[in-house]
T-cell receptor, first 118, second 114 residues
């Protein structure tokens, strides 16, 4: 498809397990973002890639969270030793523009992965 | 620090009427962009409209328009001729000129009544 694709759509894990969430951005999009959306809240920024370079990871809540985009296309968000507070929807977005300067390019979002930690 | 405030947790509007969703923002960046997204119950985030801080005219996109008042730091979304399919959460977001991340507000849940 032409949009941002995220998998799995739903993930249930037991506390302490590791999980990996995948994002396949729109072809040709330079920038890729991960956001976390708690129930009833707006999305909150986690991390940002420009091609394969992770330029901003200031939003990652702890060192249990790790993201990569090794070839500048598909990205994986990994959460180690999951905890109940990690339960949320994880949204991936991609954009044509890079982070330099002022740009009107919108971010296009995937449908998200709903993560539930039991 | 950048911040987006949406003070209306929920709004109701009659079908075919217009509705305004409020958004105020705070930033020290000289240039920035403001975005509105729609999130139906199915969960996807749908881009609606964009306003740049240096744009002279208010943005419009079909039934969506943005009432941008820079001095007041507000960027309200106006939806004209509401339709039942407009029922959803609406998020206002801002991007500064340092990095591409979006800062989102808490959202407004719009319900359109038949």
């Amino acid at each position: 498809g032409a949009g941002v694709s995220q998998s799995p759509r739903y993930k249930v894990a037991k506390r302490g397990q590791d999980v990996a969430l995948r994002c396949d951005p729109i072809s040709g999009h330079v920038s890729l973002f991960w956001y976390q959306q708690a129930l009833g809240q707006g999305p909150e920024f986690l991390t940002y890639f420009q091609n394969e370079a992770q330029l901003d990871k200031s939003g990652l809540p702890s060192d249990r969270f790790f993201a990569e985009r090794p070839e500048g296309s598909v990205s994986t968000l990994k959460i180690q030793r999951t905890q109940q507070e990690d339960s949320a929807v994880y949204l991936c977005a991609s954009s044509l523009s890079d982070s330099t300067g002022y740009s009107n390019q919108p971010q296009h979002f995937g449908d998200g992965t709903r993560l539930s930690i039991l | 620090a950048q911040k987006i405030t949406q003070t209306q947790p929920g709004m109701f509007v009659q079908e075919k009427e217009a509705v305004t969703l409020d958004c105020t923002y705070d930033t020290s960046d000289p240039s920035y962009g403001l975005f509105w997204y729609k999130q139906p119950s199915s969960g996807e985030m749908i881009f609606l409209i964009y306003q740049g801080s240096y744009d002279q005219q208010n943005a419009t996109e079909g039934r969506y328009s943005l009432n941008f008042q820079k001095a007041r730091k507000s960027a309200n979304l106006v939806i004209s001729a509401s339709q039942l399919g407009d029922s959803a959460m609406y998020f206002c977001a801002m991007r500064g000129n340092q990095g591409g991340k979006l800062i989102f507000g808490q959202g407004t849940e719009l319900s359109v009544k038949p």
